[in-house]
């Protein structure tokens, strides 16, 4: 029994092939059966018979394999994105907060701010010039 089986609880991978090569050998006695009595033409069972034998079953050990490297690899990814996507997400919700303060600020407001930085920053000295230059 493999560990596959053993954790999910389901028909070991040969015991389950066994029973498919059965059932596939019981259908070709029946179907060969038919084509001599003659119930069944032999284009018939010969498209039948290419059917049931190309059916086959999927190797649950290597599905679960490949699984966990698809996760392993995922997982990874995300480990690598990680601080990217906080300081990401921190730039963001500052920036958000930022502009909800900024956008509730009466227009009033930034053009007294710009008139206070333009005389804090010589703006009156600026124009004392020009006017006694006149």
Known sequence: MSLWSFIT???????????LESKQAAYNAALDRREAAGTVTPDVAAADRAYV??????DTNAA????????????WQN???APGNAVGA????VGQVLWGILKNIPWWAYLLALAVGFFYFGGFALLARRVLKR
Not at 9 to 19: L, N
């Open 53 to 58: 034998n190309g059916i086959v079953l999927e």
């Open 64 to 75: 679960a394999r490949q699984g966990f490297t698809e996760g392993l690899q995922e997982g």
């Open 9 to 19: 609880g389901t028909t070991p991978q040969e015991e389950q092939q066994a029973q």
């Open 90 to 93: 921190v730039g963001s919700n």
């Open 79 to 81: 480990v690598l994105n």
